[in-house]
Every structure is written in structure tokens, then in C-alpha cells.
């Protein structure tokens, strides 16, 4: 008799297998706690200077200092706004594109070709011409990070309009739907679980933009504070706005994973 793998015995070594929320919490904690404890080994070894790497507890210590001294909260809200609006209004424009473009041949062979290129145009590319254009105010800030996400989200909501089983369209419209209820009832619904997955992982990119836009000219959001910190070097306060950015970012992540397990029960699956 063939003994089982050693991978049999340890769950998630299958393909494909799923693990249940102890599993995923526990393996999320143990990366977790290896990485502060090995970023805290690191910082008081004496191999990095403490000044340029302080250790999670100074980190820590200097959130507090800013939330608790120095009004950081309002640079938080701030930054949140302008997220908030910027990504709101790239899903406003790229869910109907994307929807025409992925059901229909006509609109994506007239805009794809023009929303394609800029895909390979870094978004910072842009900040001369938005400083020069829309000066140094709330806009620029917007509309660079409008720009960061917008035609990558036209782009994958094409993909996952174009991925609806055509069956479905043709089944509708042999009951007697028209185009308009086709497109509306059967493909648009059909697509919602994954415009969500595509919604909810290009917010990611979202924030990844939020420092540059901030860094120019910016008085008041966390890339603002992030840039008087590194007048004064203080890397303490500059790594509290790094971790802020992430765990806003695991928050809106959950809150959209959510949105998903809530109201799409017929498209979970164990990987989600």
C-alpha cells in the first residue's frame, strides 16, 4: 500500500483545496508575527541604523503621537475623500464602457484602441501637465488618481462582461427579451459578482497612488504628512502613514469582500 504525501497531511497542499477561517487566521498570524518579529530583531540588532529603521513599537508609539497630538486624523479623512471620490467617479465612467465594450463588438473595436495605450502611461507621467492644467488644488490631486486606475478598470470590466456565457443572452432573447433587457437583466447581472472582485482589487491600486498625489503641493492628507516627516526625518512617522494606507486599504478590501458575500450567496466559492 502506497503511503499518503506528507502534503495529504497538512491542509492546503491539495490544489485547489480551500481551508476553513481557523486555518486562514492562523497562518495569517504566523506571517504576520514572523514579520514584526523579524522587522523587531532587525531594528535593535544593530545592523540597520535605528534612526532610518525603527522598531514596530516606536512605530507604534508615533501613531499614537499623531493621532492622539497632532491631529492626524483629519489628514486621514482627508485622504479617504479624495479616494473615495476619485475611484468612485473611474467606476462611474469605466462600469458603462466596460459593459458596452464587453457585449458589444462595435464600441470595443472604436474605443479599445484608444484606451489600451494608456494602460502602459505611468500615472505620475501625468503630474506636469494636471499642475499645469488644473493647478495645485484638490483637482490635480482627483484627477491623478482617476487617472491611475481608470482605463485598467475599463479594460478587466470588458474581460469580465465578455466572459458571460452567451447561452444566457440567447435563452433571454428566445423568451423575448430586447437588447436593452438582454444587456441589463441577463449580462450586466450575470457580470456583477466579478465587477465587484474587479471593483475591489483595482481600490488596491487606488491607494497605491495616494502618496504621489499628495506629495505635490499637498498641505493637509497623509502623503502631505508623510513629506514633513521626511524634512525632519523622523522615518518613525513616515511608517505610521505607510501602515495607516495599508490597514485603510484591509479595511475597504473586507467591506467590499463583504458586499460580495452578502449579496452574491450563488457565487461563493472556498477561495474567496
Partial sequence: MTPPSRHRLIP?????????????????????????????LLSVS??????????????LRAMAELFGERGFGADVLVSLRRILLSFGAAVVVALPLGLLMGAFAFPENLLNP?????????????????????GTGEMQKLALLFLGVIWFLV???????????????????????????????????????????????MLAV?????????????TDGIGAMMMRAKRLVRVDEIM?????????????????????????????????
Wanted: aromatic residues 12%; glycine residues 10%; hydrophobic residues 50%.
Fill in 12 to 40: 492546503g497542499w491539495r490544489f485547489f483545496e480551500p481551508i476553513g477561517w481557523k486555518g486562514k487566521l492562523g497562518l495569517g498570524l504566523l506571517a504576520w508575527g514572523s514579520f514584526l518579529l523579524g522587522w523587531h
Fill in 46 to 59: 544593530g545592523w540597520a541604523n535605528p534612526r532610518l529603521l525603527p522598531s514596530p513599537l516606536e512605530v
Fill in 114 to 134: 484608444l484606451i489600451s495605450p494608456f494602460r502602459y502611461l505611468p500615472a505620475p507621467s501625468f503630474v506636469p501637465l494636471l499642475l499645469m492644467w488644473l
Fill in 155 to 201: 479594460t478587466l470590466l470588458m474581460d469580465n462582461t465578455r466572459a458571460v456565457s452567451r447561452d444566457l443572452v440567447e435563452s433571454a432573447q428566445t423568451l423575448g427579451a430586447n437588447r436593452r433587457q438582454a444587456l441589463l437583466k441577463v449580462v450586466f447581472r450575470s457580470a456583477l459578482p466579478t465587477y465587484v472582485d474587479t471593483i475591489r482589487q
Fill in 206 to 218: 487606488s491607494w497605491t497612488y495616494l502618496v504621489i498625489a499628495e506629495i505635490v503641493a499637498a
Fill in 240 to 272: 505610521a502613514g505607510i501602515l495607516v494606507i495599508g490597514v485603510l486599504g484591509l479595511v475597504s478590501d473586507a467591506i467590499l469582500r463583504g458586499v460580495r458575500w452578502g449579496c452574491f450567496p450563488y457565487a461563493r466559492d472556498g477561495r474567496k
